[in-house]
C-alpha cells in the first residue's frame, strides 16, 4: 500500500497491529506491569510538552542551578520524538517506595525515604525493559526507549497525561488515592497505543508545603528554585553549602521529604511499601550525624553499595553531615567539628569550619 500523506505514512504504514487491537494490547500491557512490581501504569500520547515556555523561562532564570544536563538540548527534552523518531505513545509507571519511620534523635541523619533502600535505578530500569522486550514479542515491529528519572523527559507530566497523578503546589505528582510517594518510569514507544485520561486534582486552598519549606525554595505554587531546595544543596551542589542554607538544614543528609510529609494526602492515604528492595537500610535510619563524620571512603563505598546515597560520593555526604552539625549546639557536636578540621576530604574540612563558625557565633564567641 501507498501512502498518500505523512499523517497517513505513520498512521497505517507502520508495520504495527492493526488500530482494533490496541485497546487489548494496552489492557495486557498494564497487567503485565502490575505483575513486574509497578504499582501504577498509565499509558500517554508521546506529544510535544505543554510546559514549553515555563521550561524555557526556568532556565533561562538560572534555577537548574548547576545542573546543567537540565539546559542542554531543551528541545529533545520537550519533544518525546526527537528522543525516538515515530514515537507515537508513551507508558509511564510508578513504583510506591513510602516506609514509615519514628521521629529522629536531634542528633540523628535522616536521609530521604527514596534513598533508604536500595537505588531506584537498578530495582525499575530491569523491570522496564523485561516489560519492553515483553510487548516486543507481541510486536516485533515495535521499538522503544526505557528510562527512569535519567532520559530527556519531563516525566511528571508525562505521568500527569498518563492519568497516574496530578500536579501539587510543591510541582510533586500527587494520586488522589494515594499520596505522592511514587517512584517514576516510562517507556517511549513507536506503537499507537490509546492514551489514559490525564489525571485531575488539586490542592485547593492549601499552603502546607510551601509553608514547611524551610528554605523557601517553592518560591510560589508549582514553581521550584531548585538552588534553594534541600534536595539540590545535599545531592547536586558541587561546592559547600552557604551558611544560610545550611543553618535551615536540619538534620536532612540526603534529599529532603518535607513538603511530602506535610502533605494531606499522604497523611490521609499513603501506605507503605512492599516492595523488598526500597526497605531501609540500618545505616539510614539509625545512625549519628557525629558518627557518620568518622565514615572513611571505604566504609562509605561499603555501606551505601547499590544506594541512591552514591550519586553525592563520600565527600558530598560529609559535607553534608558537617552543615547539619551546624545546627547543634552540645559538645560532641563541638567535638565532631573540631575533629573534622583534619578530615582527609577537603569539602568536608571547608564545611566544618563553617559549621564551627556559626555554632561560635550563635554562641557569642565569635
Same mark, same amino acid.
Given at each position: 500500500?501507498?501512502?498518500?500523506?505523512?499523517?497517513?505514512?505513520?498512521?497505517?504504514?507502520?508495520?504495527?497491529?492493526?488500530?482494533?487491537?490496541?485497546?487489548?494490547?494496552? #489492557?495486557?500491557?498494564?497487567?503485565?506491569?502490575?505483575?513486574?512490581?509497578?504499582?501504577?501504569? @498509565?499509558?500517554?500520547?508521546?506529544?510535544?510538552?505543554?510546559?514549553?515556555?515555563?521550561?524555557?523561562?526556568?532556565?533561562?532564570?538560572?534555577?537548574?542551578?548547576?545542573?546543567?544536563?537540565?539546559?542542554?538540548?531543551?528541545?529533545?527534552?520537550?519533544?518525546?520524538?526527537?528522543?525516538?523518531?515515530?514515537?507515537?505513545?508513551?507508558? #509511564?509507571?510508578?513504583?510506591?517506595?513510602?516506609?514509615?519511620? =519514628?521521629?529522629?534523635?536531634?542528633?540523628?541523619?535522616?536521609?530521604?525515604?527514596? #534513598?533508604?533502600?536500595?537505588?531506584?535505578?537498578?530495582?525499575?530500569?530491569?523491570?522496564?525493559?523485561?516489560?519492553?522486550?515483553?510487548?516486543? %514479542?507481541?510486536?516485533?515491529?515495535?521499538?522503544?526507549?526505557?528510562?527512569?528519572?535519567?532520559?530527556?523527559?519531563?516525566?511528571?507530566?508525562? #505521568?500527569?497525561?498518563?492519568?497516574?497523578?496530578?500536579?501539587?503546589?510543591?510541582?510533586?505528582?500527587?494520586?488522589?488515592?494515594?499520596?505522592?510517594?511514587?517512584?517514576?518510569?516510562?517507556?517511549?514507544?513507536?506503537?499507537?497505543?490509546?492514551?489514559?485520561?490525564?489525571?485531575?486534582?488539586?490542592?485547593?486552598?492549601?499552603?502546607?508545603?510551601?509553608?514547611?519549606?524551610?528554605?523557601?525554595?517553592?518560591?510560589?505554587?508549582?514553581?521550584?528554585?531548585?538552588?534553594?531546595?534541600?534536595?539540590?544543596?545535599?545531592? %547536586?551542589?558541587? @561546592?559547600?553549602?552557604?551558611?544560610?542554607?545550611?543553618?535551615?538544614? @536540619?538534620?536532612?543528609?540526603?534529599?529532603?521529604?518535607?513538603?511530602? =510529609?506535610?502533605?494531606?494526602?499522604?497523611?490521609?492515604?499513603?501506605?507503605?511499601?512492599?516492595?523488598?528492595?526500597?526497605?531501609?537500610? %540500618?545505616?539510614?535510619?539509625?545512625?549519628?550525624?557525629?558518627?557518620?563524620?568518622?565514615?572513611? =571512603?571505604?566504609?562509605?563505598?561499603?555501606?551505601?553499595?547499590?544506594?541512591?546515597?552514591?550519586?553525592?560520593?563520600?565527600?558530598?555526604?560529609?559535607?553534608?553531615?558537617?552543615?547539619?552539625?551546624?545546627?547543634?549546639?552540645?559538645?560532641?557536636?563541638?567535638?565532631?567539628?573540631?575533629?573534622?578540621?583534619?578530615?582527609?576530604?577537603?569539602?568536608?574540612?571547608?564545611?566544618?569550619?563553617?559549621?564551627?563558625?556559626?555554632?561560635?557565633?550563635?554562641?557569642?564567641?565569635?
Amino acid at each position: 500500500m501507498k501512502c498518500n500523506s505523512m499523517e497517513a505514512e505513520r498512521s497505517s504504514c507502520h508495520d504495527s497491529p492493526v488500530v482494533e487491537d490496541m485497546g487489548a494490547l494496552a #489492557a495486557t500491557i498494564k497487567a503485565r506491569a502490575a505483575e513486574l512490581g509497578f504499582d501504577l501504569c @498509565g499509558i500517554a500520547p508521546a506529544v510535544p510538552s505543554s510546559f514549553k515556555a515555563e521550561f524555557r523561562s526556568w532556565i533561562e532564570r538560572g534555577m537548574h542551578g548547576e545542573m546543567g544536563y537540565m539546559a542542554r538540548d531543551p528541545e529533545r527534552r520537550l519533544d518525546p520524538e526527537q528522543v525516538l523518531p515515530g514515537a507515537r505513545s508513551i507508558i #509511564a509507571v510508578a513504583m510506591n517506595y513510602y516506609t514509615e519511620s =519514628e521521629e529522629p534523635a536531634p542528633d540523628q541523619a535522616i536521609f530521604a525515604r527514596y #534513598a533508604r533502600g536500595d537505588d531506584y535505578h537498578d530495582v525499575m530500569l530491569p523491570r522496564l525493559r523485561e516489560l519492553l522486550a515483553w510487548i516486543r %514479542e507481541r510486536a516485533p515491529e515495535a521499538e522503544g526507549r526505557c528510562y527512569v528519572d535519567t532520559g530527556p523527559i519531563l516525566e511528571r507530566e508525562v #505521568a500527569q497525561r498518563a492519568g497516574i497523578g496530578w500536579f501539587g503546589k510543591n510541582t510533586m505528582l500527587i494520586n488522589t488515592r494515594r499520596g505522592s510517594w511514587f517512584l517514576l518510569g516510562e517507556i517511549l514507544l513507536t506503537l499507537p497505543l490509546p492514551p489514559d485520561e490525564p489525571a485531575i486534582g488539586g490542592c485547593g486552598t492549601c499552603t502546607r508545603c510551601l509553608d514547611a519549606c524551610p528554605t523557601g525554595a517553592i518560591i510560589r505554587p508549582y514553581e521550584v528554585d531548585a538552588r534553594r531546595c534541600l534536595s539540590y544543596l545535599t545531592i %547536586e551542589q558541587k @561546592g559547600p553549602i552557604p551558611p544560610e542554607l545550611a543553618s535551615k538544614i @536540619g538534620n536532612w543528609v540526603f534529599g529532603c521529604d518535607i513538603c511530602q =510529609e506535610v502533605c494531606p494526602f499522604n497523611q490521609r492515604r499513603a501506605a507503605p511499601t512492599i516492595e523488598p528492595a526500597f526497605q531501609p537500610r %540500618e545505616v539510614t535510619i539509625d545512625s549519628k550525624l557525629a558518627d557518620l563524620l568518622e565514615m572513611s =571512603e571505604e566504609g562509605f563505598r561499603e555501606r551505601f553499595r547499590k544506594s541512591p546515597v552514591k550519586r553525592a560520593r563520600w565527600q558530598g555526604l560529609m559535607r553534608n553531615v558537617g552543615a547539619a552539625l551546624s545546627s547543634l549546639d552540645d559538645s560532641a557536636t563541638e567535638a565532631a567539628l573540631v575533629g573534622s578540621v583534619e578530615h582527609p576530604e577537603g569539602l568536608a574540612r571547608q564545611q566544618a569550619g563553617l559549621s564551627s563558625n556559626m555554632i561560635r557565633r550563635r554562641s557569642g564567641v565569635a
